[in-house]
């Protein structure tokens, strides 16, 4: 059986210590003020595999953002788009190191157009950056259990570290939710995602208050 972990940027990663240990993690977007807390250090730490699933707006290394890389035993960095709507890779981006090298980066593979939604802006896309990488989990790392946390869809939560990368203590609850997309947009993309991959076992631990009746889904409310 194959199992991934998706750490997300939400209250609920708070709670990483009750998700079991794996090999592989994927991590979303800015993440170097989350690897300061001692929990989620270790968890990475533990894992033979990271990858990192980085929106293009999300890159602050500024701010200590490719810090992160020599950490932990990154593989590759995915970013949340298909090629045919990819904005053009910048160079910073081509030349991060991780521990043994340049880290390869790519796009989201044309699988995942099938789950994908329009929008003005972009022919295919999931709503966030996570939805993406939970995507990118079960199309092309084809596994059999995804444990999810930190996933709590802006439903009245912002981020874990009131932090959207850039520096600490920048982003409050009102701005994180006012720079996400709808709660409901979210759960809905979620849902119908989790429904047409039933031979999948989907665990969340999330701050939200999703109610959803799933065989495939178990929700741990942690908060």
Known sequence: MKTVSLLCRGPSLGYISNIPKVDHSVI?????????????????????????????????????ANTIYKKYNFDKIVLPYVKEVSPPIPEHI???????????????????KKDMVPHPRYAFRAPTSGLAALLYIVNELKVDIVNIVGLDFYDNT??????????????????????????????????????????????IYTASKIKFDIDNLKVIKVM
């Open 94 to 112: 081509l030349q991060i190191e991780g521990r043994d090298g340049i880290l390869p980066v790519e796009n989201l593979d044309d699988i995942n």
């Open 28 to 64: 979303v977007n800015a993440f170097h003020y989350e690897v300061e807390i001692e929990p989620i250090h270790e968890y990475l730490s533990d894992c033979s595999k990271v990858t990192h699933v980085l929106s293009l707006g999300a890159h602050w290394p500024n701010a200590g």
């Open 158 to 203: 912002g981020y874990f570290t009131n932090s959207n990368g850039r520096k600490k203590g920048e982003a409050p609850i009102e701005i994180a939710i006012k720079s996400g997309e709808p709660t409901d947009e979210m759960q809905d993309f979620f849902k119908k995602f989790v429904i047409s991959n039933p031979n999948v076992t989907f665990n």
